[in-house]
């Protein structure tokens, strides 16, 4: 079982700037990823960026990127030169990676950027 | 590009009613799921369905509710007798089962229950 903390329930950010949001998890599984949705007001659930948990290097896409602390079960997602339309509800996920298990969400954190 | 499909965009419906859910998975997807979301909640796992028979429910998952994939595209959500607190945003979602296990998610359905 996972469980998933999720410790800023809003964050806002200047458009253009960098912004941080955290990710806390607990796991048993040894084998598992890592993912980050994004729920724009459409409400739709858009995968960001996922993590294998057994590679070391962090992931990267385009403005997107995770500081992935596997010790210290920790997987913060960064955001680069903010956009309007990165404004949404953002999501983290563990999920083991046998047997195509179920995704297990946090509370999410509420990003607003400010024009 | 392919996506997962739901139908209706939104239900309203009386407490007490049944509802049919209904979801198109990404054709060559084998794992599906259904989630759902309470207004201002975070989203819940419901369950998960492979080859045809339920691989895992939630506690939320209680004998109102059954899934079902009839043929070969749809995958169904059928809640039997509607309460108010069923109202939320359900959403479907699919696996191709491959090592990633990223899963799709369809664009919701709103459910109202009044």
């Known amino acids: 079982a996972q469980t998933v903390t999720q410790s800023q329930p809003e964050m806002s950010v200047q458009e253009a700037e960098t912004v941080t949001l955290s990710c806390t998890y607990d796991t048993s599984e040894s084998d598992y990823y890592l993912f980050w949705y994004k729920q724009p007001p459409s409400r739709q659930m858009i995968l960001v960026i996922r993590?294998?948990?057994?590679?070391?290097q962090n992931a990267t896409e385009n403005r997107f990127s995770v500081n992935f602390q596997k010790a210290a079960k920790s997987f913060s997602l960064k955001i680069s030169d903010s956009q309007l339309g990165d404004a949404a509800m953002y999501f983290c996920a563990p999920a083991s990676n046998f047997g195509n298990e179920k995704l297990t969400f946090g509370t999410g954190t509420r990003l607003t950027i400010i024009p | 590009e392919p996506e997962v499909t739901q139908t209706p965009s939104h239900q309203v419906t009386q407490m007490g009613q049944e509802v049919i859910l209904r979801c198109v998975p990404i054709s060559n997807h084998l794992y599906f799921y259904w989630y759902r979301q309470i207004l201002g909640q975070k989203v819940e796992f419901l369950v998960s369905f492979y080859n045809n028979e339920i691989s895992e429910k939630s506690e939320i998952f209680d004998d109102q509710f059954s899934v079902e994939r009839p043929d070969g595209s749809n995958f169904t959500l059928k809640i039997r007798s509607t309460k108010l607190e069923d109202s939320a945003m359900y959403f479907c979602?699919?696996?191709?089962?491959?090592?990633?296990?990223?899963?799709?998610f369809g664009p919701g359905t709103r459910l109202t229950v009044l």
């Open positions: 979602a699919s696996t191709s089962g491959g090592a990633v296990n990223e899963q799709f």
């Open positions: 993590q294998e948990a057994y590679k070391q």
